[in-house]
């Protein structure tokens, strides 16, 4: 792996990816921020040495770099997952690369269910702690003790001062930014009411299909780290309805603005 992160960071540093400071990955319906940017440099993920291709139909698949209030930045425009058929050290290569290249300070944004009844379909949950249900690590693998510690820590996998930044944003933007736990499922089936009561029971406010396998490479890697989610839907096993995935597309754009707002403030104070 080592080899082919020198390869992805060398053939990135010679396409102008130079010395980014925040790194960004954007979930399902959240790639408006990319016209608060000030684009630099992109690349597609299929011209990119050794990176997987996003397969996601509303994920688009561009690694971008550029400045947004003042910062660098190298976002990910669309996400991989476990359920495309990739590996988690395939779903995590693009942080580690990230790292490799500079920054300090992963942020990364999700659609997810509501599974605390008390939060509403278009409102953002920011995550304080997750549950990891995908069956695996990212670590799990032959040679991880070369990248970081083996034994990584996860009592605060979210980086407590910047959660504190983004209570304060929410609260001085009158957006409402609940908190609580995500659990990260493999997917890509939805949950069964009976899935939504187990969840309930060991303490998740959220579900997904992301962000956990990142955050936890992140944590390997010694970045700071924070995360919202859009809640999409309102997962109540007593009175549950078929999912309708556009109108989960549609309900995330909604909530964007205010996940940009959320995004941009932070990056300012960083």
Not at 27 to 37: C, F, R, S, Y
Not at 64 to 83: A, C, P, S, T
Not at 224 to 240: F, M, R, W
Request: with cysteine; charged share 20%.
């Amino acid at each position: 792996m080592i080899k082919y992160i020198t390869e992805t960071t060398e053939y990135l540093i010679s396409k102008g990816f130079k010395n980014p400071e925040i790194g960004i990955i954007l979930g399902t319906g959240l790639g408006q921020l990319i016209d608060e940017i000030n684009i630099l440099h992109e690349v597609s993920y299929n011209h990119i040495p050794n990176f997987p291709t996003a397969t996601v139909e509303f994920h688009k698949g561009k690694l971008i770099f550029g400045i947004l209030e003042n910062k660098k930045v190298i976002v990910m425009q669309g996400r991989f997952h476990v359920y495309e058929g990739y590996s988690l050290q395939d779903v995590t290569y693009p942080v580690r690369i990230m790292k490799k290249l500079g920054i300090h300070t992963l942020l990364v944004s999700n659609a997810a269910g509501a599974i605390n009844l008390n939060f509403k379909k278009g409102q953002l949950m920011l995550i304080e702690d997750h549950i990891n249900l995908q069956g695996s690590s990212p670590l799990a693998f032959k040679g991880v003790e070369h990248l970081g510690e083996r034994f990584t820590d996860m009592s605060a996998p979210y980086n407590l001062d910047i959660n504190s930044k983004f209570k304060t944003i929410a609260k001085n933007k009158n957006i409402t930014l609940h908190e609580g736990v995500y659990a990260s499922v493999v997917g890509p089936q939805l949950e069964t009411r009976a899935e939504y009561r187990m969840l309930k029971t060991i303490g998740a406010d959220a579900v997904g299909m992301s962000t956990v396998p990142e955050i936890i490479v992140a944590n390997h890697l010694n970045l700071k780290a924070a995360a919202v989610s859009v809640l999409t839907d309102e997962c109540d096993p007593t009175n549950l309805k078929p999912i309708d995935i556009n109108e989960i597309i549609a309900m995330a754009e909604k909530a964007e603005p205010h996940m940009i707002t959320l995004f941009k403030e932070l990056i300012k104070n960083l």
